[in-house]
């Protein structure tokens, strides 16, 4: 089983930022497609953001889109998710995910990946 573990996450006020990071151990991220996650209490997980393995192309929901942005750090083996203007509807426990198969088609989700990490708390309030 790969192991990743997510760091990163806190408390901030509306219209702030965060960076989260996605680390893996014994194994090496960019041959996997990388999800990142997210689960409000009484909600879905829903996908926020992926980067698949092959050309790096990445996928963003709209409730995301222009504000968060997902890369690879090849140097740390690490994939980060920067989130700019935040909104306390973006309150959830963040997770990444990895998958060796799944395509751009498929990479928001949650069903399409085995190996997760333990999550992060974000919380955006004031």
């Known amino acids: 089983q790969l192991q990743l573990v997510e760091s990163g996450g806190g408390l901030v006020q509306p219209g702030g930022s965060l960076r989260l990071s996605c680390a893996a151990s014994g194994f090496n991220l960019n041959y996997y497609t990388i999800g990142w996650f997210r689960q409000a209490p009484g909600k879905e997980r829903e996908g926020v953001s992926c980067?698949?393995?092959?050309?790096?192309?990445?996928k963003y929901p709209d409730s995301v889109k222009g504000r968060f942005i997902i890369s690879r750090d090849n140097a740390k083996n690490t994939v980060t998710l920067q989130m700019n203007s935040l909104k306390p509807k973006d309150t959830a426990v963040y997770y990444c995910?990895?998958?060796?198969?799944?395509?751009?088609?498929?990479?928001?989700?949650?069903?399409?990946?085995?190996?997760w990490g333990q999550g992060t708390q974000v919380t955006v309030s004031s």
């Open positions: 995910a990895a998958s060796p198969s799944v395509d751009l088609s498929w990479c928001l989700s949650p069903y399409e990946y085995e190996d």
């Open positions: 980067i698949v393995s092959s050309g790096g192309s990445t």
